[in-house]
């Protein structure tokens, strides 16, 4: 039983930067509420009918060359995103045409902020039991179309960006580099407090006109009930899969959560008892990413040189669902 290890990192933010102030001339807000509430100033958004499988594959294509493997290498694909282009397929089967890799299995990850958790931790088993040996994970969003910019949805509107993120996962030495160890949960009770219930199966056509004039189609969050719980799962996932592979936070060189808000991400910071610069944010310029955020994160941090060789790294994630999970690395 081999370790399965991360050989490649990529990531892809657009151009077009929506600063704050911005944001100000479309509802009722300020840059000081949202730097004082999410420590966010800038985020990235696509450009008109840039989709979240064409951020993906420049990311993927990255990754891939990081990794010195071509998309011919590739023999499986994980693709976690909550914007795919359409209801169906998936944007697994559109990137793996993208890549011109026709036949390579593709699995779809739909667990929004905890989705590239969710799928890196796929792409672990399916390499340790030698079922594949070059899998393609890729977190990725266009979340910017899906967003209501008036006073109504800002609370959400000020949060999120678009970009993508990947990485390539190949078998090694089971004493070598690699994922020690991963958890995941979820919670399903608290569906309603991070969820866009439109469209929905439940509704003939899926969607009505009652439910566009509701703004069921965008997303709806209970604010505080998400800090509570992201602030309380955070520290105890990162404490859980530590404990699964005998390691302890002392050891840990970098936490990468995922980039929810700045307050969470110091929350964590101070509930672990760890200095903020052993967790890794880089949401003031982003903002939340969803699927993307860890995946671009750790490629910001391996290339600002903050994890390098024999260092422990922890990947934590906590979104709808509620969904959360964390996976450590030996990098
Ligand atoms: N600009 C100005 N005022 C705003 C904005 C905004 N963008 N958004 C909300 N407000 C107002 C609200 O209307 C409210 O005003 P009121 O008291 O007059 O009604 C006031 O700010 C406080 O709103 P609350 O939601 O009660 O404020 P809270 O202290 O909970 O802060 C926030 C809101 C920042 C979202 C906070 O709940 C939080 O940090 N929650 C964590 C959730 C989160 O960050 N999720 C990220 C996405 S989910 C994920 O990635 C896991």
């Not at 995922?258 to 982003?286: S, T, Y």
């Amino acid at each position: 039983m081999s370790r399965s290890r991360i050989t490649g990192l990529g990531l892809h933010l657009p151009e077009r930067v929506v600063t704050n102030a911005e944001l100000e001339r479309l509802m009722d807000t300020s840059d000081a509420w949202i730097v004082e509430r999410t420590g966010i100033r800038e985020r990235r958004f696509a450009a008109p009918g840039v989709g979240t499988t064409d951020l993906a594959a420049e990311a993927a294509r990255m990754a891939l060359a990081d990794a010195g493997r071509s998309p011919a290498d590739v023999d499986f694909i994980v693709f976690a995103t909550i914007t795919r282009e359409h209801a169906f397929p998936g944007c697994g089967s559109l990137l793996q045409e993208r890549l011109g890799i026709p036949g390579v299995g593709a699995l779809d990850v739909h667990n929004a902020c905890s989705g590239f958790i969710y799928a890196l931790a796929m792409a672990d088993a399916v390499v340790r039991a030698g079922q594949y040996r070059c899998v393609l994970v890729v977190g990725a969003e266009v979340l910017s179309t899906g967003l209501d910019f008036s006073t109504r949805g800002r609370d959400l509107a000020v949060l999120f960006g678009d970009g993508a993120g990947a990485v390539v996962v190949e078998p090694g030495p089971d004493d070598g580099p690699g994922v020690l160890a991963w958890v995941l949960h979820s919670d399903g009770a608290h569906a309603k407090d991070l969820v866009c219930e439109a469209p929905s199966s439940l509704v003939q056509g899926r969607i009505t006109q009652q439910m566009v004039t509701a703004g069921q189609h965008y997303p709806r969050m209970n604010g505080r009930q998400v800090f509570k719980h992201a602030t309380t799962r955070f520290p105890e996932v990162i404490h859980e899969v530590l404990g699964k592979c005998g390691h302890t936070l002392d050891e840990v060189k970098l936490v990468v959560p995922h980039q929810a808000n700045q307050r969470i991400g110091d929350a964590v910071a101070e509930r672990l008892g760890v200095p903020p610069q052993k967790v890794f944010q880089n949401i003031q310029r982003c903002g939340n990413t969803t699927a993307a955020s860890i995946p671009i994160a750790l490629a910001e941090a391996r290339d600002l040189g903050l994890v390098g060789p024999g260092d422990l790294v922890v990947l934590a994630a906590f979104g709808s669902g509620f969904t959360w999970g964390a996976a450590a690395l030996r990098w």
